[in-house]
T-cell receptor, first 119, second 105 residues
Framework: QAQLQESGPGLVKPSETLSLTCIVSGYSISSDYYWGWIRQPPGKGLEWVGGSGSAYYNPSLKSRVTISVDTSKNQFSLKLRSVTATDTAVYYCARGHPYSGSYYYFDQWGQGALISVSS | SYELTQPPSVSVSPGQTASISCSGDELGNKYAFWYQQKPGQSPVLVIYQDTKRPSGISERFSGSNSGNTATLTISGTQPMDEADYYC????????FGGGTKLTVL
């Protein structure tokens, strides 16, 4: 069973770039799955950030997001530019199980990483 | 943009059946997915492609999807089922519902 683990700084300053890495174990990241990021502001619901491969991103975040996959390290990454306090959230990485073309659902999740944006 | 609407909260007595709805424009023409999230934990997939249960998920969980509404049904609800539940669908991007807090009392 695949295991996912987020890694990154817990605190980012406003206007800077949030960088997170998801290390995948027990499964090859080169397989026929997608790899995505979902976030959850404190006390609020889930918000999709984006996913790999098909280059689907949340339209409201698209201009600030880059998601990349490093097959040599079996990990994938998220970069979110020009962050503000509203980007404070628990960020989850997840495996996207395809079911129709490039559409997918999330069948494995990381434990989540709380990222705070503050000076 | 596409929206999925869930009731903020649902209450059920132990042993009874809980139903959580998820509404969206012509949602029945898409697949719906459901996730369970307990406090301090990551979400867990409980229903995929409207009606299917992943391995390890109790048979008490079932799903349906027709018209504009998808429904997650939990039969014989137990205290351990108390959690937040989120529906998800695709409309050119991933969309999550706002979540429903299920209280078992």
């Amino acid at each position: 069973q695949a295991q996912l683990q987020e890694s990154g700084p817990g605190l980012v300053k406003p206007s800077e770039t949030l960088s997170l890495t998801c290390i995948v174990s027990g499964y090859s990241i080169s397989s026929d799955y997608y790899w995505g990021w979902i976030r959850q502001p404190p006390g609020k619901g889930l918000e999709w950030v984006g996913g790999s491969g098909s280059a689907y991103y949340n339209p409201s975040l698209k201009s600030r997001v880059t998601i990349s996959v490093d097959t040599s390290k079996n990990q994938f990454s998220l970069k979110l530019r020009s962050v503000t306090a509203t980007d404070t959230a628990v960020y989850y990485c997840a495996r996207g199980h395809p079911y129709s073309g490039s559409y997918y659902y999330f069948d494995q999740w990381g434990q989540g990483a709380l990222i705070s944006v503050s000076s | 943009s596409y929206e999925l609407t869930q009731p903020p909260s649902v209450s059920v007595s132990p042993g009874q059946t809980a139903s959580i709805s998820c509404s969206g424009d012509e949602l029945g023409n898409k697949y719906a997915f459901w996730y369970q999230q307990k406090p301090g934990q990551s979400p867990v997939l409980v229903i995929y492609q409207d009606t299917k249960r992943p391995s390890g998920i109790s048979e008490r969980f079932s799903g349906s999807n027709s018209g504009n509404t998808a429904t997650l049904t939990i039969s014989g609800t137990q205290p351990m089922d108390e959690a937040d539940y989120y529906c998800q669908a695709w409309e050119n991007s991933v969309v999550f519902g706002g979540g429903t807090k299920l209280t078992v009392l």
